[in-house]
């Protein structure tokens, strides 16, 4: 790309633009002016292999889609908005097509961010609980470093405490639970983590009293908390006790879904069945915003009943959830993902990928372990591989920069905690090819070595 001068750009953002997750007094956040597939370009003109999909795990087909652009266009001009309460042909469209992916589902509620997804299934299992319950069971257990969003409430159910910190008071009903991450196990050097695992998670529900909680909320592999992938039997378990005690099962598939992780969806690799199940992030590969909240039919006719009383329904609204450009965007991205193979491609190049980060451990002490499935994966680094003290943030910030140097963006856990700010994130275009997963592993290599 040709350098422009964006000069007056740059310095209307530094004058009025308030960046996300930025201390300004310490730095001027760069600007990206084009994206092209997996690469990014900035306004001196600087090409960036894009191994973040935009920074937060979304762009999942990758940048300057013309079909997706053109598809938004067309129901742009035929019928931009009608309210939630209302149909349009490209809703109904998608969902259909998006239940296509997810049997034993079937309903979509619309909505914007993936904090709000999940705020309109916190909702539900509330209602729920008035309805059936007498208000008793509304609980909602979550999952430590597991995260659901930046509203108060999402953050009332994050495992995550820096991000949390300042942030209180919080919603009540919500209760903690233990991670599953075994390389960080709570219980030593033992062969049966998961039932370890699923042991002290019952033990908290018998504890809270079963009869007091309506759902468990969990990504299906922690994003954001370290890209944790749970052990084997993990997640059958937790749909046992769900069974169980009748605890609704909520996956929060904002940073899995769309093909993210070599599936469909994160928990198909795990043979469960959720009731509530929501998604952002890649369902329109942030060409427009959409989230959706998508449930069984059970929770659906729980909340529509009884069609005689007046408060029978789910009385919520997400305004833009009216909009057409999100479910145009989603369709035709799953068009795309369809056509060109990508869940496939993200499951053979994520192996791929995972196979060089595991060779780079045999090089590089610093690198404790790897860990994740399909184009989602994690380094986490450690000053010693036997004590596994987890490497400073300040040194893991050295290896992005050093790395976005180098012409390759990558990710970190990024002030989630206060101890295990420790793993790159890696969450490439579903695009990705063999020969640009070997750039990313030697831009790594070369941080690892030069640092």
Known sequence: MDKNNFSEEIELDSAHVWHHMTQHSNSKPPMFVKG?????????????????????????????????AEAVKENLIQLNYSAGSTGTPIASKFAAK????????????????????????????????????NGKKSKILYRDRDYHGTTITC?????????????????????????????????????????????????????????????????????????????EGYFKGVEALCRKYNILLHIDEVVCGLGRTGKWFGYQHFDIQPDIVTMAKGLASAYAA???????????????????????????ISTFGGCTAGPAAALENIAIIEREGLVEN???????????????????????????KGLFL????????????????????????????????????NRS??????????????????EQADVITEAIDNALADL
């Open 36 to 68: 092209e597939g997996s690469y990014l370009w900035n306004a001196d003109g600087v090409r960036f292999l894009d191994a973040t999909s935009g920074g937060v795990w979304c762009v999942n087909v990758g940048y300057g889609r013309e079909t997706i």
């Open 98 to 133: 998006l239940l296509s992916y997810m049997p034993g589902l079937h309903r979509v509620y619309y909505s914007n961010s993936g904090s709000e997804a999940n705020e309109k299934a916190y909702k539900m299992v509330r209602q729920i609980s008035e309805k059936f319950y």
């Open 155 to 231: 953050l009332s159910s994050s495992g995550q405490e820096e991000r949390k910190n300042q942030y209180g008071p919080f919603t009540p009903g919500f209760v903690e639970f233990p991670h599953c991450c075994e390389y960080r196990s709570q219980y030593g050097d033992v062969d049966n983590y998961a039932e370890l695992s699923l042991n002290a998670l019952e033990k908290i529900i018998l504890a809270e009293d079963p009869d007091t909680i309506g759902a468990i909320v969990v990504e299906p592999i922690t994003a954001g908390g370290g890209v944790i992938v749970p052990p």
């Open 290 to 316: 959409i989230s959706c909240t998508v449930v069984s039919e059970d929770v659906f006719k729980k909340l529509n009943d009884r069609p005689d009383e007046r408060e029978s329904y789910f009385r919520d």
């Open 346 to 372: 993200s499951e053979v190049i994520g192996d791929y990928l995972l196979n060089n980060l595991s060779l780079l451990m045999n090089k590089h002490q610093v690198i404790g372990d790897v860990r994740g």
């Open 378 to 413: 994690g380094l986490e680094l450690v000053k010693d591989r036997v004590t596994k003290e987890p490497m400073e943030e300040t040194m893991l910030m050295k290896v992005v920069a050093h790395c976005s140097k180098n012409g390759v963006l990558i990710g970190r856990t």
């Open 417 to 434: 905690f206060r101890k295990y700010n420790n793993t790159l994130c890696l969450s490439p275009m579903l695009t990705l090819t063999k």
